[in-house]
Every structure is written in C-alpha cells, then in structure tokens.
C-alpha cells in the first residue's frame, strides 16, 4: 500500500513541481532579469507529442525499426520568464541559453570501442574486413518557444563513441 500511494503522489508531484528553481540576477545593476524553472525525466513513447514522435520518425526507412531496439526517451523541459525592464532603463543584458547533458555515466557501460566490420567490394570482388569505431547515435528533438508561439520541433543526431562526441548532424 505504500509503495502504491509513493508512486501515485510521486506522479502527481512530477507534474505539478519543477525540479529545479532558480532565479537570474544582475549583479551589475542588483536587479532581477528573471526567473528559470527545469524539469526532466524519462519518458513513455505514449506520453510524447505525436510532433515530437513525426520529427523523429523522419529517417525512419521501415515502421518495424521503432520496435527493433530498445531507446529511453530523456524528457527536458525549460521555462525562462525574463522580466520586463522599466521605461527609460537601459536594454537588458544579453542571455545565451546552453543546454548540457552529461553522457559520461551511460559511455562508461558501452561495447568495447572498437569492432571489425566486414563487407564485400562489388569492384573488387572481394571481401574486406576493417577495425571501425562503434558509434551511438543519440536523437535531439527540441524546439525554442517564444511566449504563445508555437514553433516547429527540430531534430539533430548526436554521434558519440566511447571517447565522447564525434560529431552533430543536422536532420531535415
């Protein structure tokens, strides 16, 4: 029974609390710019916005592929709330927003970084063998929202190796 009533308010409290607050100050002015409130977690296919699901989808060649291999789907969500600044006061400060994810615990547990992958050489013919890198490919989904705007999700793949990033592909 406990166990059933911590995990119904843990639901309840997810979607109601932010995970972190925190405020954005001007130290050169002491004044408030704004207010930043962060959540994140793991997520069902299910729970996701179908346009997040279609952005995703976008080089999928087969409809069995999303069920080929296990993916978690890391759920991050942002607020920034920039108060307005008075009449006659100078421009607010300029604001750059980063967003970092620290894969190192999840690259620590993969294969072993390097695999021999053989392939036949129609031109050739014959069959080769070489040592190459074994990659993950992580999928970004994300959009950047302007008060009641409602942009378009955008999509990257995040290549990385054991050794860390490799490279950024943009998706079309």
């Known amino acids: 029974m406990k166990a059933v009533l911590q995990t119904v308010f843990t639901k309840w409290a997810l979607k109601r609390f932010a995970d972190r607050n925190w405020t954005i100050r ?5 004044e408030t710019v704004g207010v930043v409130s962060e959540r994140a977690g793991f997520r069902d296919f299910k729970s996701l916005p179908t346009e997040v699901l279609a952005a995703r989808r976008l080089t999928r060649e ?7 291999r296990p993916e ?18 100078l421009p607010s400060p300029m604001m750059t927003e980063i967003f970092r994810l620290n894969i190192d615990p999840w690259l620590a547990h993969t294969d072993d970084p390097n695999r021999t992958v053989t392939f036949a ?6 069959v080769c063998s070489v040592t190459a890198r074994r990659v993950y490919n992580i999928n970004v989904v994300y959009r950047l929202r302007h008060a009641n705007k409602q942009p ?3 999509r990257i793949r995040v290549v990385v190796s054991r050794k860390g990033i490799e490279r950024i592909d943009p998706i079309a």
Request: no cysteine.
């Open 26 to 30: 001007d130290t050169e002015r002491d």
């Open 121 to 126: 050489d129609p031109d050739e013919a014959v």
């Open 62 to 68: 087969h409809a069995l592929e999303e069920f080929a």
């Open 152 to 154: 378009a999700w955008n």
């Open 72 to 89: 978690a789907v890391l759920w991050h969500e942002k607020a920034v709330v920039v108060e307005p600044r008075q009449q006659g006061t």
